[in-house]
């Protein structure tokens, strides 16, 4: 099993940053791809960057690329995601995301690819 807790969302200004970060805990074998996504109020969940834990390799959704990053710390047993020059288009909730055998095509990060999520962290950007 896996636990993820999201933490670091906040009220920012449009331009601002925010790092978040995924504590995850329990089977690392099952932690193979962690992902961000996010929701906003009568909208699909969209995949918003993902990495592979074992090598590093990274996804974004074209709306973020070039402003967000994704990253790892593995002795932490955390991802991040630092999001820079934010807009309010980027209000919404963040989940963190992790699973085991996901294959992502053509830079699509599917949420039903995921079985293990957190309970989101609210951005909000003015």
Do not use: H
Request: aromatic share 12%; net charge negative.
């Amino acid at each position: 099993d896996v636990q993820l807790v999201e933490s670091g969302g906040a009220s920012v200004q449009a331009g601002g940053s925010l790092r978040l970060s995924c504590a995850a805990s329990g089977d690392t074998y099952s932690r193979a791809c962690m992902a961000w996504f996010r929701q906003a109020p009568g909208k699909e969940r969209e995949g918003v960057a993902a990495i592979y834990t074992n090598d590093g390799t990274t996804y974004y959704a074209d709306s973020v690329k070039g402003r967000f990053t994704i990253s790892q710390d593995n002795a932490k047993n955390t991802v991040y995601l630092q999001m820079n020059s934010l807009k309010p288009e980027d209000t919404a909730m963040y989940y963190c995301a992790a699973d085991t055998a996901v294959l992502i095509f053509g830079g699509t990060i599917k949420a039903a690819d995921f079985g293990y999520w957190g309970q989101g962290t609210q951005v909000t950007v003015s």
